[in-house]
């Protein structure tokens, strides 16, 4: 299955194709960064059995970790074999950002707690 890229997700996301988002960044490794792609929602990726049947069947799933290497492209390849048509973003995060498209701070336990990120 083909990666999508920056650029056909930027179009996905003004509505070209609908998709759910899905970060699957370690929890450690999204904390230590602080920000994710608007629209997105966070799956710990070492509990994938716990929501793997919380994934739309019907409609394009993407998953994107740090780089696009093994978690997202793990993950998206056991979706796919459960009949999800599931796919990851080449180069993750990391090509997101450098190709300057938006991002959106994640909310925190503690900032949540203390009211803030609105």
């Known amino acids: 299955m083909r990666p999508v890229t920056v650029p056909e997700l930027r179009l996905w996301q003004g509505g070209a194709l609908p998709h759910t988002l899905i970060d699957v960044r370690r929890a450690a490794a999204r904390a230590a960064d602080g920000t994710e792609i608007a629209g ?3 799956e710990d990726p070492a509990r994938w059995l716990d929501w793997k049947d919380e994934v739309a069947g019907d ?4 998953l994107y970790c740090a780089h696009g290497q093994e978690i997202s492209q793990g993950l998206a390849a056991a979706l796919r074999a459960m009949g999800c048509d599931a796919r990851h ?3 993750g995060i990391a090509a997101w950002k450098a190709g300057e498209a938006p991002v959106a701070d994640i909310e ?3 900032r949540q707690a203390a009211g803030g990120g609105d």
């Open 59 to 62: 409609a394009l799933v993407l």
């Open 89 to 91: 973003l080449l180069g």
């Open 40 to 42: 997105s929602r966070w």
């Open 108 to 110: 925190t336990p503690s």
